[in-house]
Antibody
């Protein structure tokens, strides 16, 4: 059974930093692209960033809203995905989901339960 | 960026109703369109991929159609567990979601 479990969320002041983690199990983690998707309270879904698999050199992509501030990384030996968030803004307040990218056409086929990040003074 | 516009933003329906949700892309995206269902307090779940392919385990009352810029998600006979918010998502160029459609009783 595929499982994705996020951790690391919490309250942080504007301008601060936070690192989210996602522990994956139930599939060959190194074979898959992995993404982060967020959802502000009461709002819709927003794609945040991606790390590709080893076959694609673990390259990364980011949404314009977080580029230069957030870094997606992975450790295939630990089946883990990370999101380093720096220079946080109040508008980054959201539930952050760790998501597996399916083999077909960039579908998000498995999601974690999410972790809440609140940016507030 | 490609903008995705869903309509309506919310709708009221009854058990057994046929429900149709529309998603329009700001430019052509071929059939690179996926649909997700999200229930309150839960993560989204994949329903339909590449416009019309049913994800494994999803009931056959869900169907998708369309190509280019206009897409629809149809629920043929609304069940109690279908009351939720539905999102479309394009994967043709970068990744963007529609604003969501809340299906209420």
């Amino acid at each position: 059974e595929v499982q994705l479990v996020e951790s690391g969320g919490g309250l942080v002041q504007p301008g601060g930093s936070l690192r989210l983690s996602c522990a994956a199990s139930g599939f060959t983690f190194s074979d898959y692209y992995m993404d982060w998707v967020r959802q502000a309270p009461g709002k819709g879904l927003e794609w945040v960033g991606r790390t590709r698999n080893k076959a694609n050199s673990h390259t990364t992509e980011y949404a314009a809203s977080v580029k230069g501030r957030f870094t997606v990384s992975r450790d295939d030996s630990k089946n883990s995905l990370y999101l380093q968030m720096n220079s946080l803004k109040t508008e980054d307040t959201a539930v952050y989901y760790c998501v597996r990218v399916g083999a077909t056409a960039d579908t998000f086929d498995y999601w974690g339960q999410g972790t809440l990040v609140t940016v507030s003074s | 960026d490609i903008q995705m516009t869903q309509s309506p933003s919310s709708l009221s329906a009854s058990l057994g109703d046929r429900v149709t949700i529309t998603c329009r892309a700001s430019q052509t995206i071929s059939r690179y369109l996926n649909w997700y269902q999200q229930k309150p307090g839960k993560a989204p779940e994949l329903l339909i991929y590449t416009a019309s392919s049913l994800q494994s385990g999803v009931p056959s009352r869900f169907s998708g159609s369309g190509s280019g810029t206009d897409f629809t998600l149809t629920i043929s006979s609304l069940q109690p567990e279908d009351f939720a918010t539905y999102y479309c998502q394009q994967s043709y160029s970068s990744l963007t979601f529609g604003g969501g459609t809340k299906v209420e009783i």
